[in-house]
């Protein structure tokens, strides 16, 4: 089944925190994701406090960095939510960003390989099963977490490049796939995922609007940081590809990059547009084999963007 999520902003102020996560489950939205962003909030915490206000609506948490949490005790705390509402529940789990990792002296040697360690450590533990055998970075071997959830959460993997796509089809129950997520990198993603039944999970910046040019142009700030070497798996499908990155080496800082580009690269590149031309992006991620499609409100005033983000749920 082919679903529709929203994100709940990083950086939105906490007194509408609540209030936005209780608009989207109104809304009809399938999903809700909150962020784990080092200077932010925490992703557990974020996501009891909206399963806790709403009443249907899923919550994915995009994504815990691996290296933040030891693995019995994320298995725990995911239990506890996923015992406290079944089914409601999708643990997303990185590696993290280098520089925040970094930052706080939790970037390992070999990130692929803590990833992994910690994906089935979890997921196993998850299951009720005693934790496996030790290995480089997760030693949590023979631990029983004591309660298991009756409807075991999925976990996927928030990656980017051909390597940690197959890693995710190896070890997890699927992939998120961070923004920009267009059909043709949806497309090629599947085939490093290394199977069709996988969850395929996309973010994009999104915005509505009855005129579908001023639409992508205020979406436009959100597409600066595009080109960016750590983004090329997601640009390389893309057949404008090569005149992307010319385009952002002649141009003289993010912002005249994203201001200049060409309409039909945002319309590419985002889910912006009229609610006709947005619905229509969405079902070709979703054609493409994407599982669920995550808009990501890219307006200043969120709460009020997330009615008119709402347009495209309406058949």
């Known amino acids: 089944m082919t679903r529709v999520g929203v994100m709940l902003p990083r950086d939105l102020p906490v007194d509408e925190v609540l209030g936005y996560a209780q608009r989207a489950d109104e809304l009809g939205f399938d999903e ?3 962020v784990e962003d080092l200077g932010f909030r925490g992703g557990i915490a974020q996501a009891s406090a909206v399963l806790a206000t709403t009443s249907r609506i899923v919550v994915g948490i995009g994504i815990l960095p691996a290296g933040a949490r030891n693995a019995a005790f994320a298995a725990m ?11 409601r529940l999708i643990a997303g789990i990185g590696h993290g960003m280098p520089g925040w990792m970094q930052q706080v002296g939790a970037w390992p040697a070999s990130p692929l390989t803590l990833l992994e360690e910690y994906t089935v450590a979890v997921r196993t533990l998850l299951r009720g099963d005693p934790g496996p055998a030790a290995g480089r970075y997760v ?4 631990v029983v977490i004591g309660e298991s959830p009756e409807v075991v959460p999925p976990v996927v993997l928030g990656v980017r490049g051909p390597k940690s796509i197959a890693l995710a089809g190896r070890v997890s129950d699927g992939v998120l ?11 090629a993603s599947i085939g490093h995922l290394g199977s ?6 996309t973010y994009d910046a999104a915005v509505v609007g009855d005129d579908g040019r001023a639409a992508r142009d205020l979406v436009r700030p959100g597409l600066a940081w595009m080109g960016e070497p750590d983004w090329a798996p997601h640009l390389a499908p893309l057949p404008f590809a090569g005149d992307l990155a010319r385009h952002r080496e002649a141009s003289s800082g993010p912002e005249e990059f994203a201001a200049t580009m060409p309409d039909e690269w945002v319309r590419e590149l985002s889910l912006a547009g009229t609610p006709d031309e947005v619905r229509a992006r969405i079902a070709a991620r979703h054609q493409a084999g994407a599982t669920s499609v995550v808009l990501i409100p890219a307006e200043a005033d969120r709460l009020d963007a997330l009615d008119r983000l709402a347009q495209v749920l309406r058949r």
């Open 139 to 142: 030693q949590v071997e023979g």
């Open 196 to 201: 069709a039944s996988l969850e395929v999970i």
């Open 77 to 87: 705390e995911l239990a506890t939510l996923a015992q406290l509402f079944p089914g």
């Open 177 to 187: 796939l961070a923004e920009p997520a267009a059909p043709p990198y949806v497309r």
């Open 32 to 34: 809700l994701w909150v």
